[in-house]
């Protein structure tokens, strides 16, 4: 069972536009919801993170976005730029102890100069 | 600085050797975590230490054995693996284990033949 869904496999973007990365979820109990950047052979980047008492979080060229009557979250990059090329993976963490992400499968993302 | 150091960087093995991962935080994290990630897929917890005492097991085969000799440091000792054990091992510190923000190092690309 995904709780953490990122729908679309990969992503294309001319370098200079904005890049709009999207995720689901299904598990109201979530209270933190985290972007990670990803190179290959790398080990995940954390990028940005939201509380799930707030609906935007923006920090440089990343932002946030959550909805959580749609239980949706997206993160903006403006401009992309080639260097943010990489995979990006939205995760979860649920209230209480022990506090485990939840991955979502990741979204590759192509930004082309 | 919230850098997380591993080594080694790549390590091929037989099936009948004994190995160790190395992890080392020194941003005074009391929260280190064992990934291993395949291709094109999110990491998979294995193991959380919090305050140098194991919290969480995965239900991972006993092959894999970890260890945290103090709150900066966490060893992975490996033996008798097999080859679909071969991926990438990340190591992940936080503040505490019910901090929502994890800190990945670069990991271990394993190859075990």
């Known amino acids: 069972d995904q709780q953490v869904k990122q729908n679309s496999p990969s992503l294309s973007v001319q370098e200079g536009r904005i890049s709009i990365l999207n995720c689901d979820y299904t598990?109201?109990?979530?209270?933190?919801f985290l972007w990670y950047k990803k190179y290959p052979a790398e080990g995940p980047t954390f990028l940005i993170s939201?509380?799930?008492i707030k609906d935007k979080n923006e920090d440089g060229r990343f932002t946030v976005f959550l909805n959580k009557s749609a239980k949706h979250l997206s993160l903006h990059i403006v401009p992309s730029q080639p260097g943010d090329s990489a995979v990006y993976f939205c995760?979860?963490?649920?209230?209480?102890?022990?506090?485990?992400?939840?991955w979502g499968l990741g979204t590759s993302l192509a930004v082309n100069p | 600085d919230t850098e997380v150091t591993q080594t080694p960087k790549h390590l091929v093995m037989g099936m009948t050797n004994k190995k160790s991962l190395k992890c080392e935080q020194h941003?005074?994290?009391?929260?280190m975590y064992w990934y291993k990630q395949k291709a094109k897929k999110p990491p998979e917890l294995m193991f959380v230490?919090?305050?140098?005492?194991?919290?969480i097991n995965e239900s991972v085969p006993s092959r894999f054995s970890p260890e945290c000799p103090n709150s900066s440091l966490l060893n992975l000792h490996l033996h008798a693996l097999q080859p679909e054990d071969s991926a990438l091992y990340l190591c992940?510190?936080?503040?505490?284990?019910?901090?929502?923000?994890?800190?990945f190092g670069p990991g271990t690309r394993l190859t075990v033949l």
């Open positions: 992940a510190s936080s503040q505490g284990a019910s901090s929502h923000t994890q800190y």
């Open positions: 941003m005074g994290h009391r929260a």
């Open positions: 598990n109201s109990m979530f209270d933190y």
């Open positions: 230490y919090s305050y140098e005492k194991l919290s």
């Open positions: 995760a979860a963490i649920r209230t209480g102890n022990n506090r485990k992400l939840i």
């Open positions: 939201i509380s799930s």
